[in-house]
Each structure stands twice: as structure tokens, then as C-alpha cells.
């Protein structure tokens, strides 16, 4: 495997307070983020299922955080934002929820889930959800413009309904965890008959001389090849 590769559990999840306190509180003072995980879209402007493949951020991992920038022409007469998209609309659930910080509120965070169709008497709700931080620091100059961004951390439910427990780490699959050598080791090679003689076989890229090798266990024998340097060497 590549040696800059991370094992297995690496992702990017930080804690609501992370996200407030130190990525969106950076990007609205305009300090560096090196390296930024967290890239700035307007995520009204694609669908849900878009929204993965607009992350710069390759870990494989199901929830997906953007820097989205506000502004007065998303807003309604009431001065509440508006949150539509290009086939639908993300509707507000849930009660706001308080990001504090030594006892004090530096931000909060918004629930909303995704609705298909423009109209919300005929919409089908959709398993999309999308967690919005905003942030409230008191200790900041009021010429500070707090709310010309906020992240979005989008995901899909598994199912309907609360999913307490639910992860949304990458899929785990063995098979892009196998090295190269553990390659070879493993290619398909025949079985070179019940005598124990020897066979050559190609490997990915290598030659390797085989013998029959028989290990017994609870269903009966299971068959081995014992892999041996190649003939050539």
C-alpha cells in the first residue's frame, strides 16, 4: 500500500464545537485553514446526490461538510433564508440546538431535511439531511459579518425515522486493503494432483513452483499450496 495511505478508521468528524469554533470562526475572519478539509459551494444550487462528488476531500466517508456562503438575495421579506434547490427544498426539523463553549453560546446548529418537488403539498420527503452551524461569538467586533458563511454537513439516512448509532464511515472492504505480495500469495492455483508433485504456475509477477499441501479441519480435508521461491531464482 502507498506509504502516505491511512489505515483502516481515519476520517474527517469533528465535533459541532470544531466546526464552529475553529473552521467556520476562521473562515469568516479570513485566517488560514491548512490543509482545508472543508471546501466553499453553494450547495442550493446542486441536488443531494450531487453533493459527494464536490468534496475535494477523498476518504470515502458518507457525510460530506461545506463552507456555504450567504447572502441578502437567498433571503424572503421576513429576512429568513430561503432553502430551495434545483428540484426541491430543505425543510426546517427539529428545535435549533446550542454550541457552547466554556458555558458560554458560540454557535447553533439547525436541522433540515431534503424534500423532492417544488410544491411542499405534493413533495416526497427524502432520506437527505443536512446539519447547518452558525456562529454566534459575542467576543468579536460587530463590524464582523458572523453570518456570510455557515457550514453544511450533509449525509443520507439509511432508513426513516431516528438512526441513533447509525455510522457513516467508509464502507470497509477487504479487498482494498490486500498489499501486492498479498496479492501473489493469493492468486487461483490449480491443484497439482494428489501425488505431491511439483507444478509451475505464473503469479502477477513472478513463477512460482506449487506442491500440494492438505490441512484437516472440521468438514474433511482442505487442499493448501505452499508457495516456494521460483525455479528461476
Partial sequence: MGGNRLAPGYRFTPTDLELVRYYLKRKILGDDI????????????????????????????LQWHFFCPTS?????????????????FWKHTGNPKDVTYK????????????YRGMKRSSSTRTNWVMHEYKLEDRTLEQSV???DFVICKIFEKPGTGHMNGSEYGAPFKDEDWIDEEDKES?????D????????????FNNQ???????????????????KCASPRD
Fill in 186 to 190: 493469493r492468486v487461483a492455483i490449480p
Fill in 34 to 61: 491548512l490543509p482545508s478539509p472543508i471546501d466553499e459551494l453553494d450547495i442550493y444550487k446542486f441536488e443531494p446526490r450531487d453533493l459527494p462528488q464536490k468534496s475535494s476531500l477523498r476518504t470515502g466517508d
Fill in 208 to 226: 512460482y513452483e506449487v506442491s500440494r499441501v492438505c490441512l484437516e479441519d472440521g468438514n474433511g480435508l482442505v487442499t493448501r499450496l505452499a
Fill in 103 to 114: 458555558e458560554e453560546v458560540v454557535g447553533k446548529r439547525n436541522s433540515f431535511v431534503y
Fill in 192 to 203: 497439482p494432483g494428489p501425488n505431491g508433485e511439483s507444478l509451475l504456475v505464473d503469479g
Fill in 145 to 147: 459579518r458572523q453570518d
Fill in 72 to 88: 441578502d438575495k437567498s433571503c424572503n421579506g421576513s429576512g429568513a433564508r430561503n432553502r430551495v434547490a434545483v428540484s426541491g
